[in-house]
C-alpha cells in the first residue's frame, strides 16, 4: 500500500500563486508515475500534471505554461507549482501516484486539498 499526504492548498487572488507538496510513503518502490487530478463543484475530475520517475512530464491543455509539476525521488514528494492562477483553478487538487505499468497514475489518492482563487 501507499500512502499519499498533500499540504499547500489555501485561499488566493487571481493571478497569485501556490504550490501544493504531496509525500509518500509505504511501499513508494511500487510506483512509478504520479500526479495531480483536480475537481470543481459540479464537475467532473481532469488530470491536471503528471510526472514519471524518471521526470517526464505531461500537463493538462488547461494548465500549461502556468503550472510546474517536480518530484524529489529522495524525499519521496511530488510539488505542483501554480502560478497566473484564475478563479476557474478552484477546486479539490488530489495527489496520485501508479503503479509500474498503469496507464495513469490513479491506482493511490490522497485526502485532496482546497484550493480556491477569488477574483
Known amino acids: 500500500q501507499v500512502q499519499l499526504v498533500e499540504s499547500g492548498g489555501g485561499l488566493v487572488q487571481a493571478g497569485g500563486s501556490l504550490r501544493l507538496s504531496c509525500v509518500a510513503s509505504?511501499?513508494?518502490?511500487?510506483?512509478?508515475?504520479m500526479g495531480w487530478y483536480r475537481q470543481a463543484l459540479g464537475n467532473q475530475r481532469e488530470l491536471v500534471a503528471t510526472i514519471t520517475r524518471g521526470g517526464s512530464t505531461n500537463y493538462a491543455d488547461s494548465v500549461k505554461g502556468r503550472f510546474t509539476c517536480s518530484r524529489d525521488n529522495a524525499k519521496n514528494t511530488v510539488y505542483l507549482q501554480m502560478n497566473s492562477l484564475k478563479p476557474e483553478d478552484t477546486a479539490v487538487y488530489y495527489c496520485?501516484?501508479?503503479?509500474?505499468?498503469?496507464?495513469?497514475?490513479?491506482?493511490?489518492w490522497g485526502q485532496g486539498t482546497q484550493v480556491t482563487v477569488s477574483s
Open positions: 496520485v501516484a501508479g503503479l509500474w505499468g498503469s496507464t495513469v497514475p490513479d491506482n493511490y
Open positions: 509505504g511501499n513508494i518502490f511500487a510506483i512509478n508515475a
